[in-house]
């Protein structure tokens, strides 16, 4: 949990009869984390594999012609899981024959149907067109003219004059039908040799035109009669396909979403592939997978090859490109479920290197505690987390937002337990703590104690990861062991003043001297670890090109970094800034409700306003506290021992599109 999970690489080397079932292995245990075998030495010797361009193809000609189908019928194209490993030069066969059989039975009524509905569609188009005209307007007149064209639409009423005057150099006529709102329905007609000029008048005139179809003949009456007459007809058409169309979902919704899921693998696994190597008749696949589920793996790799299977297992430590560097080790967060959601934040901020500490769970409880600490009220936290258990129950897409929301509603509502705060009434129940509004002082105090042991935290973390590293210079650094003992010994004397108003003499004499020696180890660091880890020479070291160079820079980056710490501690003041305004706005709310109850704290308004102003600050104090919760994990936390590089493990399952080989 404080770490990802440990990987191992494997090679597995596979006679060629058996690449569809052992692809389809891993692909259904997800397990593995390809690693491209033309990225490798064996790839630059040519042994790359290729796979069946034609075959490839045809399964994405299928799954388009599945989706369609399954659009036709309604169907949304939810994966479901398949219950055997799948072989793509046998599936394309079963899936082609049956997905053919219930293609010829659904196509002709269904495509009925999406004709019918189209039909519609522009028939009541056309009728809201027409609804607009004079019921006695006769187009037969209109359609026998030979050189006048004529045009219906609307405009802007202000500017039926200006029309007028654009076009009075020409002849015309300009026919007011009626009004749409705030725009005059026209009619316009003019000479054909002037169509150009009308038109230009038209468009300066922001004319809209209302289209009909070529050839409408008869009064507007009489097409409006005849539509509507056409519209039921289809309306009527298109209930009895309906139920044909629910009958279809019901018989063939379950091959279908087989009959894709198969596909999509299928093409994962032809695509998966072209990342595999291939000597004479048998495939390479080489990747990272997880340690504990290697002998799983194992098994069913023999089970499906009769045994005739190499696997190799390489621990990363004993690998050279691993050791320096060459290799990227991926990363498999390995965290509970309800601290797997704020895996996402984290990787927003970055992705772990191997050996770093995964701070997932440090980051989700400091998020749970700073949320709750500026949202606390046990009703507002209530509501967030009926919320999130909503999401959670409803929404398999929104399931990790769900988690987040009953985590955060859990603390508001603890936090609001501790302060008092029931919808932000305090007289109700009694803190358990202390009242923000009334606590100021004291509040600012826990704030600051809260940014040390944050910041704390994040130096400690710092360390163990220049440990693990093997980063050790790093130790006699700002951000190491020697920046970590000033920060310390100076944040303890501040709390003690903190507390109790007074500081010794003879303390501060102490953190002076402390102070200057582990300042010039700092600086001087590089120096340092050279002559007593590397036991390098002084003169060597001293006469070393760019020497007074680099100890102006590190008494810069020195300064730079306690300057940050200090920074980084008074940050959390937010803490108790943005808890003070949630019980402000909480003042607020009931003022207004008062004056609109007239003094009377009772009455319909007075507890309407009140609920308005508790979903207002729901809303609004529960985005801005996320983000500056969400801010102060990044900038003051993260940014003391994260940081980053790290490649996300992507297995099998996830689905490899088909892409260009290289050139």
Known sequence: MFRSEKLVKITIQTPEQFISSVTGVIARLNLLHLIRIDETHLG??????????????????????????????????????????????????????????????????????????????????????????????????LNQCHYVQWRIGLIPALGFEKLEESLSGHHHALIELGSLQDRAVIMIAGLKKDGEALMRGLQGAFFEPVELPAGTSGTVSAAVADLESDINRLQEKIDGLSGQQQMYQRQFKTDLLIMRSTSVLARQLLAARRLFGKIDTSFLISGWIPDRRYTLLEADLNRVTDGQIVIEKVDPEDLRQVREGIVTIPILFNNPMLIRPFEKLTSLYGTPLYREVEPTIFFALSFLLLFGMMFGDVGQGGVLFLLGYFLFRRSYRYLDVGIILMECGVSAAIFGLLYGSLFGLEGI???????????????????????????????????????????????????????????????????????????????????????TILMMVMILHGPLYRLIVKREHPKRIV?????????????????????????????????????????????????????????????????????????????????????????????????????????????????????????
């Open 429 to 515: 129940i009694p803190a358990l703590w202390f009242r923000p509004m009334d606590n100021i002082a004291y509040f600012i105090k826990v704030t600051l104690s809260l940014g040390v042991a944050v910041v704390s935290l994040g130096l400690v973390l710092n360390l163990i990861n220049a440990m693990r590293l093997k980063e050790y210079d790093r130790l006699l650094s700002a951000g190491g062991l020697a920046g970590a003992m000033l920060y310390w010994m100076a944040a303890g004397l501040g709390l003690k003043y903190l507390l109790t108003g007074q500081v010794a003499p003879v303390e501060l004499r102490v953190l002076g001297w402390a102070a």
């Open 44 to 141: 630059r010797l040519g042994y790359v594999a290729e796979t069946d361009g034609v075959l490839l193809k045809e399964f994405e000609v299928l799954i388009h012609e599945i989706e369609t189908l399954l659009d036709l019928i309604n169907v949304p194209c939810d994966d479901v899981p398949l219950n055997e490993d799948v072989v793509p030069e046998k599936a394309i066969f079963k899936i082609r024959e049956g997905f053919q059989k219930i293609r010829s039975v659904v196509t002709t009524d269904l495509g009925e149907l999406a004709t019918a509905k189209a039909g519609l569609q522009e028939k009541k188009t056309l009728l809201d067109r027409l609804r607009i005209l004079p019921d006695a307007l006769d187009f037969s007149p």
């Open 543 to 663: 006469a070393q090109s760019g020497f007074v160079t680099g100890i102006i820079e590190s008494v810069v980056e020195v300064f730079d970094d306690l300057l940050r710490f200090v920074t980084n501690t008074v940050s959390f003041l937010r803490v108790a800034a943005f808890a003070l305004a949630h019980a402000a706005l909480f003042t607020a709310v009931f003022s207004i409700a008062r004056v609109v109850g007239q003094e009377k704290e009772a009455g319909l308004s007075y507890w309407m306003v009140v609920a308005l102003g508790n979903i207002i600050i729901i809303v609004l104090e529960g985005l801005v506290v996320s983000i500056q919760t969400v801010r102060l994990e990044y900038y003051e936390f993260f940014g003391k021992f994260f940081r980053g590089g790290g490649k996300v493990f992507s297995a099998l399952d996830k689905e490899i599109k088909p892409f260009e080989k290289k050139p």
